[in-house]
């Protein structure tokens, strides 16, 4: 369900936070969806289990995600609508201002990051 | 002295003739830590869990584990501990099994079930005399013998040096998992950092016998950020930022890696050096050869 590479720059839990709030903001997890334990999720990845809680303790505050007695958490409900789309794109603005800057270091045009893009778009497309 | 603190060290020193082995090092590790004790070789590495666990005397300073001086430890605070030196301690002539057998009749808490588990996980020859074994063979027997009494801190010096990788990334998957289950601390040393940067909660950077950093991995990575600062015209001068730890120039632009960053610094710094900054976060290794730099 995560991408989660322990070699980047962007500490484990910061990874899963905006994963989990991306995920949630599409609608592809839903109200009530359950979420892989912390061991599950810190084994499953062989990374250390306390970045993972401390994902999940931060989504908690923000009302994302609720903790549940005995059970996995779950994706709070009063957060089930789906956020509107310009507030998605919103989301990603920072990595595409990140590629656009790229871009034009190493002189593309817009045609050439387009090609790219429609590339990595077919190839790591799973639906 | 918190009663929280499962090592604790103050300005700790070890001289080894005329030369400071440990500067002064004060560190702290509390239950449920993984600690990733990173360095380069010679920075002190194994002198310093040599002085943690009384092994060595230090010259100076205080060293405590469990609340009690590592010089001084009681047998009860001992059978707290697993240690799995660099250079394991078996006796070849033994087969895995007697030597695994032989430490079991020691401790009555020994972990049989575990022990049976992670063998058979590891691969284990245990039928076969040691001194047949290969250098990652013996290191696993010598893990498993640490393990077997289920120490509340389980000290490592280079545990996955001699494993090949598959090996490495079971055996990292077995120390999450211990770490994940219980309150246990785990300090290894290594100079993989690729291995610490995987399962460490916390990291400690010695350089040169003095603590660089100590603290959480998240909070190093999030604190040490390389700036690209790109100005209209060329750098004269080398900058020198708070905090700067490395900095390289190249006519226009100029690179700078800074430790105690925080976001609300980048207009200061804009303004400052009279350009535009990009921030790029830093991997470990990043970090620890900046450190080095």
Same mark, same amino acid.
């Not at chain 1, 303790?57 to 994706?75: F, K, Y």
């Not at chain 2, 996955?160 to 998957?173: C, E, N, T, W, Y």
């Not at chain 2, 708070?242 to 690179?255: D, K, R, V």
């Given at each position: 369900?995560f991408t989660?590479?322990p070699?980047?720059?962007?500490?484990?839990?910061?990874?899963?936070?905006?994963q989990?709030?991306?995920?949630?903001?599409?609608?592809?997890l839903?109200?009530g969806?359950?979420?892989?334990?912390v061991?599950?999720?810190a084994?499953?990845h !062989?990374v250390?289990?306390?970045?993972?809680?401390?994902a999940?303790?931060l989504?908690? !505050?923000e009302?994302?995600?609720?903790?549940?007695?005995?059970?996995?958490?779950?994706?709070a409900a009063?957060?089930?609508a789906?956020e509107p +789309?310009?507030?998605r794109?919103?989301?990603? !603005?920072?990595?595409a201002?990140?590629?656009?800057r790229?871009?034009r270091?190493?002189e593309?045009d817009?045609?050439? +990051?387009?090609?790219?893009i429609d590339?990595i778009?077919?190839?790591g497309?799973?639906? | 002295?918190?009663s929280?603190a499962?090592?604790?060290?103050?300005?700790?020193v070890k001289e080894?003739?005329?030369?400071q082995i440990?500067?002064?090092v004060?560190? &702290?590790a509390?239950p449920?830590?993984?600690v990733?004790?990173?360095?380069?070789?010679?920075a002190?590495?194994?002198?310093?869990?040599?002085?943690?666990?009384?092994?060595?005397l230090?010259s100076?300073?205080?060293?405590?584990v469990?609340g009690?001086?590592?010089?001084r430890?009681?047998a009860?605070?001992?059978a707290r501990?697993?240690?799995?030196p &660099?250079q394991?301690?078996?006796?070849s002539?033994m087969?895995?099994?007697?030597?695994l057998?032989l430490?079991?009749?020691?401790?009555?808490q020994?972990d049989?079930a575990l022990?049976?588990?992670?063998a058979r996980?590891w691969?284990?020859?245990l039928?076969r005399?040691?001194?047949?074994?290969s250098?990652?063979?013996r290191?696993?027997?010598a893990t498993?013998?640490?393990?077997?009494?289920?120490?509340?801190?389980l000290?490592m010096d280079?545990?996955?040096?001699?494993?090949?990788?598959?090996?490495?990334?079971?055996f990292?998957v077995?120390?999450?998992?211990i770490?994940?289950?219980?309150?246990?601390?785990i300090?290894?040393?290594?100079?993989?950092?690729s291995?610490?940067?995987r399962?460490?909660?916390?990291?400690?950077i010695l350089?040169?016998?003095e603590?660089?950093?100590?603290?959480?991995?998240?909070?190093l990575?999030e604190?040490?950020?390389?700036?690209?600062?790109?100005?209209?015209?060329?750098?004269s001068?080398?900058?020198?930022?708070p905090? &700067?730890l490395?900095c390289?120039?190249?006519?226009?632009?100029a690179?700078?890696?800074?430790?105690?960053w925080?976001?609300?610094?980048l207009?200061e710094?804009?303004r400052?050096?009279?350009?535009?900054?990009?921030?790029?976060p830093l991997t470990?290794e990043?970090i620890f050869?900046?450190?080095?730099?």
């Amino acid at each position: 369900m995560f991408t989660l590479d322990p070699h980047s720059g962007v500490p484990i839990y910061r990874q899963l936070l905006e994963q989990v709030r991306r995920l949630v903001a599409s609608g592809q997890l839903k109200a009530g969806s359950e979420l892989p334990s912390v061991r599950d999720l810190a084994l499953a990845h !062989a990374v250390n289990p306390m970045t993972i809680s401390k994902a999940y303790s931060l989504l908690e !505050a923000e009302g994302l995600l609720q903790r549940n007695r005995g059970r996995p958490m779950t994706v709070a409900a009063r957060r089930h609508a789906i956020e509107p +789309l310009a507030s998605r794109v919103r989301q990603l !603005a920072p990595q595409a201002e990140q590629l656009v800057r790229s871009a034009r270091q190493l002189e593309l045009d817009r045609k050439d +990051l387009r090609t790219l893009i429609d590339r990595i778009w077919e190839s790591g497309h799973d639906k | 002295m918190t009663s929280e603190a499962v090592i604790e060290t103050r300005g700790l020193v070890k001289e080894a003739g005329r030369r400071q082995i440990l500067k002064g090092v004060s560190l &702290q590790a509390a239950p449920g830590e993984v600690v990733g004790l990173l360095g380069k070789n010679g920075a002190g590495k194994s002198t310093l869990l040599d002085v943690l666990l009384g092994f060595a005397l230090p010259s100076a300073g205080d060293s405590r584990v469990f609340g009690e001086s590592s010089a001084r430890l009681s047998a009860a605070s001992k059978a707290r501990i697993g240690f799995v030196p &660099q250079q394991d301690e078996l006796m070849s002539l033994m087969t895995g099994a007697q030597h695994l057998a032989l430490a079991a009749s020691f401790h009555e808490q020994w972990d049989r079930a575990l022990i049976g588990r992670l063998a058979r996980e590891w691969e284990v020859p245990l039928d076969r005399r040691i001194g047949t074994l290969s250098g990652g063979e013996r290191q696993k027997i010598a893990t498993l013998l640490a393990l077997g009494n289920k120490p509340d801190l389980l000290v490592m010096d280079e545990p996955a040096s001699g494993l090949d990788p598959v090996a490495r990334r079971q055996f990292m998957v077995t120390l999450l998992e211990i770490a994940a289950e219980t309150n246990r601390t785990i300090l290894f040393s290594s100079h993989i950092v690729s291995d610490i940067e995987r399962v460490a909660s916390h990291v400690w950077i010695l350089r040169e016998g003095e603590i660089a950093w100590q603290g959480e991995l998240d909070q190093l990575k999030e604190s040490t950020v390389r700036l690209l600062l790109r100005a209209e015209r060329e750098f004269s001068a080398p900058l020198s930022l708070p905090g &700067q730890l490395h900095c390289e120039l190249n006519g226009c632009s100029a690179m700078v890696v800074l430790r105690d960053w925080t976001a609300d610094r980048l207009p200061e710094i804009e303004r400052a050096t009279q350009s535009r900054a990009e921030l790029v976060p830093l991997t470990l290794e990043d970090i620890f050869l900046a450190v080095h730099a």
